[in-house]
């Protein structure tokens, strides 16, 4: 059991991670604290998924002379996903600012129930 | 040359909404012609990409020579030429329509970022049509949402707190999304989509390919808006400017659809999708019960857009019931249904964008003054109503009379009767709009009749036409999906 639990660690990481972004999102009204969530569902994928090529005793995939064997590589391709992965992320994250800018300067507050109330 | 036709396709409204920017430094008038002329480019060369697949089958793209599955593929199928063909009509429609009238307020001043984004949505939404890459996918999802986000939010005030609100959602959505698409990588070793498929048979018994799959189902399912996960979108089509709602209600959802069947039929398989991982089984409650809470939230609307968009929620579901049958006759009539519900949807929130920009009618209390002044926007309005209810022989007569007979082969009876609960439906919220236009007793003030722009005339004309033109032509466009876009094993 333990050595399961350890053997998988990257993937109770994530699911802490993920849920624990899920439950920031829900349960907090400022817009700030939701992005927060946001963000930490999307880097707890990423971290998901760059942990599957992970391997013990691999090395990065950038090919040696003297080492031709595929085996001794990590995969390459979870990485190289996840920075495009990054990008979109950081992209939605500059949106996501930009409104919270915009409704904050139009309604000088941040909390969700306040901007509700100030609409009406 | 026909080799080429995916990426040239996608390279029309890419290119220019990548340049639109630097256009507007220099001439800003040139924004608005050259967004017309890529759109128009681009739609043409859908007509010849259709005509070329009917003709010599599916074209296949490989980019950077990398063959598949280790580069990434484009595939013009049947079906996907056939979605290109709807999706970039209807967007040079609605930036027709737009007009000079409707990019007006927060929009006029930033002339050359809404068609940037306008266009860049529609690059998006070409790459989720013709995609057969599962990540790549991902990144055309998000290319279309980011572009939707900001077009939504751009006005400010409530719209800026519904496009927030879609942002969170919708990003939502995209993760679980991701996070599936690399439980099935993890499974499979693969993200090309034929390669998956001929792998999978081999992997059903695995969790991680029904978590995968699952994942992937509801990931989309927020970004189709499909019951219970529809919250995002009433606001962000309520508020959003009316040159937005007019583009984005008849597309983002209705491509997202496209994209789960795709996935659901192209990867998995029928048979899988309805023995080993029942998912297609629990979609057809799930849209018969859509169909039927759509309406009902339709019905008890006072807003017009609101009620419009709580439409399009029930259609979604519509479209869902008849895809996820699993059987030919359902699965032609829900694509014959997807064209004609965003043909609709377009038609419906230009109604909107009329009667709210000349007449400054946005509540259902309003209707009355469009009475007398309106006849451009009233006769459309007669002729989507009678589509979106169902009468013949209009296009939504058809669409619903072969959802029907597919649910009757499935013998899914339930599917049926949600099928004409949602016209009942349907019918009663129409009744109301046309009751407060024609039969509220409140003298109306003597005015001349107000003119539309030649645009919207022209765009409110063409949409009546379509509906009408996909009801007489029924029966060739359903043979025409029968012959080519009907997955195998169906």
Known sequence: MTEDVLGQANFFAFIFLFLWGLLIMLSHHNLIKKLMGMYLVQTSVILFVVSLSAKRGGTVAILLPDLTEPGAYLNPLPPALMLTAIVVGVATLGVSLALAVRLYRQYGTLEEGEIFRRIE | ?490
């Open chain 2, 1 to 490: 040359m026909s080799r080429h036709l995916p990426v040239l396709i996608f390279a029309f409204p890419f290119l220019t909404g990548v340049a639109m920017p630097l256009v507007g430094l220099w001439a800003r008038a040139w924004c608005r012609p050259l967004t017309l002329i890529a759109l128009s480019g681009m739609s043409l060369l859908t007509l010849l990409l259709l005509a070329t697949v009917v003709e010599d089958g599916p074209i296949r793209y490989a980019f950077g020579g990398w063959a598949p599955p280790v580069g990434i593929e484009w595939v013009a199928d049947g079906l996907s030429s056939l979605m290109m063909v709807a999706l970039s009509l209807i967007a040079l429609l609605a930036v027709v329509y737009a007009g000079s009238t409707l990019v007006q307020g927060p929009l006029a001043t930033k002339t050359a970022l809404y068609y940037t984004l306008v266009l860049l949505l529609v690059s998006g939404l070409t790459g989720i049509v013709l995609t057969a890459d599962l990540f790549n996918l991902f990144v055309f999802l998000e290319l279309t949402s980011l572009s939707a986000y900001a077009l939504v939010g751009v006005a400010g005030g409530h719209a800026s707190l519904a496009a927030f609100r879609y942002l969170i959602l919708g990003t939502t959505g995209a993760s679980l999304y991701l996070l599936g698409v690399s439980f099935l990588y993890a499974a499979t070793g693969t993200l090309n989509m034929a390669d998956a498929a001929q792998r999978l048979p081999a992997l059903l018994s695995s969790h991680v390919v029904l978590w995968g799959s699952v994942l992937i189902m509801v990931g989309l399912a927020i970004k189709m808006a499909l019951v219970p996960l529809h919250g995002w979108l009433p606001d962000a089509y309520t508020h959003a400017p009316d040159a937005v709602s007019t583009l984005i209600a008849p597309l983002i959802t209705k491509v997202s659809l496209y994209a789960l069947f795709r996935i659901a039929y192209w990867v998995f398989g029928p048979e899988t999708m309805t023995a080993q991982i029942p998912i297609l089984p629990v979609l057809s409650w799930i849209g018969a019960g859509a169909a039927l809470v759509g309406a009902c939230l339709a019905l008890i609307q006072r807003h017009l857009k609101r009620m419009f968009a709580y439409g399009g929620i029930a259609h979604i579901g519509l479209s869902v019931l008849g895809f996820s049958l699993g059987n030919q006759t359902g699965f032609a009539g829900g694509v014959f249904y997807l064209i004609t519900d965003a043909v609709m949807q377009a038609g419906l929130f230009f109604v909107a964008a009329a009667a709210s920009s000349m007449h400054g009618v946005r509540e259902l209390g309003d209707l009355e003054r469009l009475r007398g002044r309106s006849p451009w926007t009233l006769a459309a309005l007669i002729v989507i109503a009678l589509s979106m209810i169902g009468f013949p022989p209009t296009g939504g007569f058809f669409g619903k009379w072969y959802l029907v007979l597919g649910a009757l082969e499935r013998q899914h009876y339930l599917g049926v009767a949600a099928i004409i609960g949602s016209t009942v439906l349907t019918l009663a919220y129409f009744f109301r709009i046309f009751e407060k236009v024609y039969l509220e007793k409140t003298p109306v003030p003597a005015r001349s009749p107000e003119e539309l722009p030649w645009t919207m005339r022209l765009g409110l004309g063409v949409v009546t036409l379509a509906l009408l033109i996909l009801g007489f032509g029924s029966d060739w466009l359903i043979a025409l999906i029968h012959a080519t876009a009907v997955p195998k094993g169906l």
